[in-house]
């Protein structure tokens, strides 16, 4: 579904983002990118959504796949269009539109405009939280409930590759889990392949099928989430589990 190549990344011609990263996010799976701060993970989300040029990051190596397509200087817009949808917190949410408006505005690109009512009310089942709130503007939800509008409004999208920026942060543990519950029924339903970037390693691998764990510019381990979990060198090392 997704490769990545070799990636080398700069920030303003200078600064070195990404040291040649390759990455596979097969068809139908959830592929956890985990890492310290500044590794990278971000930057490689970016990549994928074509949003390096409008942060000064330019891709100076390597290639990114897409159905076995090169997307590389594709504009975000025509990434969504493809059926790539990043969701960040904040990211695409209108803040003076409500929180139905906002799921209906996330069904932008899609022609097949009567089934819009069901899929809103799908994404209600999932985050039922939302459908209490249906009415209430953007701006005023908490963080936790903005991260699930943003989830939900990637949902909208009907994206074949869902990439998520942490969808823990800043978010109550238990609701945490929630969400990533959510994720896991949502790979399983709607049959999508996501890539999750994550502070949170624990949770992320817990539904994610493979790891990457990145640490400054480079992919220094991957392998099945189980495997990653059970090296207890590794957890500790690199992911703070202990
Ligand atoms: P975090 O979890 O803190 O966001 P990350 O793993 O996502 O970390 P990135 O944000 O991708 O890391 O950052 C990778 C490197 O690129 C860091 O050294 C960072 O300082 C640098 N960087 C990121 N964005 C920019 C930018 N817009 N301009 C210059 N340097 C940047």
Excluded: W
Excluded at 167 to 192: D, H
């Amino acid at each position: 579904m997704l490769r990545i190549n070799n990636l080398e990344v700069v920030y303003q011609k200078i600064i070195i983002a990404l040291r040649g990263i390759s990455l596979d996010v097969p068809e139908g799976k959830i592929v956890a990118l985990l890492g310290s701060n500044g590794a990278g993970k971000s930057t490689t989300l970016k990549a994928v959504s074509g949003l390096l040029a409008g942060d000064g990051g330019q891709i100076i190596d390597g290639s990114i796949e897409f159905q076995g397509e090169v997307i590389d200087g594709i504009t975000p817009d025509a990434l969504v269009r493809k059926g790539i949808f990043l969701s960040m917190e904040g990211r695409r949410i209108f803040k003076g539109l409500t929180v139905e408006e906002n799921l209906t505005a996330g069904a932008y690109t899609r022609k097949d405009r009567l089934n819009i009512k069901g899929d809103i009310e799908k994404i209600y089942e999932y985050f039922p939280k939302l459908k209490v709130l249906n009415n209430r503007k953007a701006g005023f939800l908490s963080g936790g409930e903005q991260q699930m509008l943003a989830i939900g409004r990637g949902l909208m999208a009907k994206p074949k590759l869902l990439l998520l920026d942490e969808p823990s942060l800043g978010i109550a543990p238990l609701l945490v889990k929630e969400i990533f519950q959510n994720i896991k029924k949502i790979k399983q339903e709607e049959g999508m392949s996501i890539l999750v970037v994550e502070q949170n390693a624990n949770v992320a691998l817990s539904i994610a099928d493979y790891g990457y764990i990145m640490e400054n510019g480079r992919v220094v381990m991957h392998g099945e989430s189980a495997e990653i979990l059970a090296n207890k060198d590794i957890s500790e090392h690199y992911l703070g589990i202990g």
